[in-house]
């Protein structure tokens, strides 16, 4: 059994920041990428940012590029975003996942992860 579990959201000013904290415990899984993706009210689950397994490659959605910043350690069984400059259109739940498969790539879908924490929520006031 594979336990994924977020922490650090919460409300904030715009312009203000956030870091998120991201834990998967249970049977092995080194060597297997992480990704954070979000999904507002009435809106469809999207990609955030996403990291492989040693941190040697990211990447981000558009919409957070150069704001957010995503980071691991622990063999790829704990990451972070770091969440900067934020906006009210940040607003969401925040969901952790980690992927079953090792490997040296980054995921931006949301079929190629396996394990799902049960998110945690980031609302930005204007």
């Known amino acids: 059994q594979v336990h994924v579990v977020e922490s650090g959201g919460g409300l904030v000013q715009a312009g203000g920041s956030l870091r998120l904290s991201c834990a998967a415990s249970?049977?092995?899984?080194?060597?297997?990428?992480m990704g954070w993706f979000r999904q507002a009210p009435g809106k469809e689950r999207e990609f955030v940012a996403c990291?492989?397994?040693?941190?040697?490659?990211?990447s981000y959605a558009d919409s957070v590029k150069g704001r957010f910043t995503i980071s691991g350690d622990n063999a790829g069984n704990t990451v972070y975003l770091q969440m900067n400059s934020l906006e009210p259109e940040d607003t969401a739940v925040y969901y952790c996942?980690?992927?079953?498969?090792?490997?040296?790539?980054?995921?931006?879908?949301?079929?190629?992860?396996?394990?799902w924490g049960q998110g945690t929520q980031v609302t930005v006031s204007s």
């Open positions: 996942a980690k992927r079953q498969m090792h490997g040296s790539l980054c995921y931006r879908a949301i079929a190629e992860y396996d394990y």
């Open positions: 249970g049977r092995s899984l080194n060597r297997a990428g």
């Open positions: 990291i492989n397994w040693s941190g040697a490659t990211t």
